[in-house]
């Protein structure tokens, strides 16, 4: 049942697309959960989630993209007042530091307009794989795996990595699915990590995948209690 030791890439592969079918059946309406109009707006959104919530980040945008809309109003920001306005997300000079670098490429690099390529969205200020692949996947429909906190520690659980570096999970998981299944995987998995299958104590006894994982067990198995633990979304 998945034990990475002993499975064949074929049971892999065919059991990590089960679980896939399983967490769509779950989690039917599984999305970026950054809000966002344009690609802009997402790409400098998830530079502030770094280390951040969704729903935190998701408090802060409306007002920094009233202020700042497009990459050559970023551009051309008074740092203090950038600051102050993504203050809440943390890490706020560093994330305003790579946003005014960013912006300003955008605007000599790209027309002020974010690429739809990841070897440039790569060579951003503050971006690298993961950004990249969201903004890929999320804004311009490229399939693309993005492999955050949640994805790598579900990847390791459900045995279709024992990597802990991102770039090695990303390859392992993008052999065992369809190229078009990618960002919706991302997707479900992340809802999966948030909603079910926490750090400290999955609801194992709640779990769509139970059958199929590796690590069954390792939280809480009584299926009332288990029930109890699952995290509904926050309204909108």
């Known amino acids: 049942m998945g034990d990475p030791q002993v499975e064949s890439p074929l049971a892999r592969t065919r059991r990590a697309r089960r679980v896939h079918r399983l967490l769509a059946q779950r989690y039917p309406d599984a999305h970026c959960e950054l809000d966002f109009t344009t690609p802009f707006e997402l790409l400098v959104a998830t530079v502030l989630s770094a280390q951040c919530t969704d729903a935190r980040v998701n ?26 306005l993504i203050q809440p997300t943390g890490f706020f000079r560093a994330k305003a530091d790579n946003l005014l670098k960013l912006a300003a490429q955008l605007v000599a690099e790209h027309d002020g307009l974010v690429p739809p390529r990841q070897r440039d969205l790569v060579r951003l200020a503050g971006v690298g794989r993961k950004t990249a692949n969201v903004v890929l996947g999320d804004a311009f429909g490229v399939p ?77 198995t009584d299926p009332v ?8 979304p926050a309204p909108v």
């Not at 459900?158 to 990303?170: C, I, N, S, Y």
């Not at 909603?195 to 059958?211: E, I, Y």
């Open 59 to 84: 408090q802060v945008t409306p007002a920094l993209f009233a202020r700042f809309p497009t990459a050559t109003a970023l551009a051309a920001a008074d740092r203090a007042e950038l600051e102050t």
């Open 144 to 220: 693309g795996l993005t492999v955050d906190t949640h994805v790598g520690r579900l990847s390791r659980r459900l045995g279709f990595t024992a990597h802990e570096d991102p770039v090695k999970v990303e390859t392992d998981l993008a052999a065992l699915l369809p190229r078009r299944d990618w960002t919706m995987f991302n997707h479900r998995m992340i809802f999966h990590g948030r909603r079910t299958c926490h750090s400290r104590r999955p609801a194992c006894g709640a779990c769509p995948v139970l059958r199929l994982c590796p690590s069954a067990g390792i939280g809480e």
């Open 225 to 232: 209690k288990a029930a109890a633990l699952v995290k509904q």
